[in-house]
């Protein structure tokens, strides 16, 4: 007896390979998978900004580092000692006006060379909920202050497919060569309401069916599908009951691998990943002539992977760890 639904995925067009350079934006997902791919030794940066939530939102940076725009200082604000920007995350933040500055332009500098010298964009979409300031207009995090000075709205399908695809037409002339992936975050938004986040998911799968039709740069891969269907049970939830458990994103993971990754990047990754475990590796007592030889096991193969990839930190703990 079948228990879930196990949907085939189509190899993406545009596969991902370690010789690829991917910067990575969005929601929780955007964090999750460009971490693991980062883990991986891929060449990536992930969420610059810090975590984004809206199409709009991601579509507002994503101009500004195209152009490389000044920072808005009418969205300048000041929190426990830190003044943070109503367009980025809280992690985006300077002990003076003067460092979020800094910080943010260094910030768009950055995104703007992965999207120059880019082979790939993921985006993840989280919410079509929208939240907008009574000066500043829509903002990306209201940054704990009082409710009364935001508006919430649902965002129109329309308005969000011409705030996405405006700036991704764009990238379509900037970066001929630049590919996009988009995801719809697997997370639940449930503080909107049950049926609220449904709404907003629709919309938002909606909004990437539209941009995947119009531009032959988009693709898609449905993370959002394999928990609603295939992982259809709160057993693969963290205690929150929101957000995916470890063994959902690890699914997840194995998904993207066998969707995104050709067969020999595939294979690489695997190689790497063994590594990293051997590395993670504390033996019960490390003074044996048995340890030894596994750390000396271990030295060699990251000699020889590091002709490919940065495997520098991890040679000298290992080396240090023989010394010892």
Not at 48 to 67: K, R
Not at 99 to 128: M, V
Not at 213 to 237: G, K, N, Q, T
Request: aromatic share 10%.
């Amino acid at each position: 007896m079948r228990w879930s639904i196990d949907f085939p995925i189509p190899d993406s067009p545009f596969p991902i390979s370690h010789q690829s350079k991917i910067l990575s934006m969005g929601s929780c997902f955007a964090q999750t998978i460009g971490q693991k791919m980062k883990n991986a030794k891929f060449d990536i940066l992930v969420n610059p900004f810090g975590t984004l939530f809206h199409p709009l939102n991601l579509a507002d940076l994503l101009d500004h580092a195209l152009f490389q725009d000044p920072l808005e200082q009418d969205g300048v604000l000041a929190r426990d000692g830190l003044f943070l920007h109503y367009s980025t995350h809280s992690d985006i933040g300077g002990k003076s006006p003067e460092e979020l500055t800094g910080i943010y332009s260094q910030k768009l500098g950055l995104t703007r060379s992965y999207l120059e010298q880019g082979t790939h964009l993921i985006l993840t979409l989280g919410t079509a909920w929208i939240y907008e300031h009574e000066t500043f207009g829509r903002v990306a995090n209201c940054h704990k202050q009082p409710q009364k000075m935001f508006e919430k709205r649902l965002s129109s399908l329309e308005e969000m497919e011409m705030g996405l695809w405006s700036v991704l037409d764009n990238f379509s002339r900037a970066f001929p060569n630049l590919k996009i992936i988009l995801t719809l975050s697997p997370v639940r938004h449930i503080k909107d309401g049950v049926a609220e986040n449904q709404l907003s998911k629709s919309l938002l799968r909606v909004l990437c069916a539209n941009l995947e039709r119009r531009l032959s740069s988009v693709s898609y891969f449905p993370a959002y599908e394999i928990i609603m269907d295939e992982l259809r049970d709160y057993r693969f939830y963290k205690s929150d009951l929101i957000h995916p458990s470890e063994e959902a994103e690890d699914y997840i993971w194995q998904k993207w691998q066998q969707a995104i990754f050709q067969e020999a990047t595939r294979e690489k990754v695997s190689e790497i990943q063994k590594v990293q475990l051997e590395l993670a590796h504390r033996p019960f007592n490390p003074d044996t002539e048995t340890h030894r030889k596994f750390l000396q096991n271990l030295l060699t193969k990251l000699e020889r992977l590091n002709a490919e990839f940065d495997f520098s930190k991890e040679l000298a703990e290992v080396e240090s760890r023989i010394k010892q």
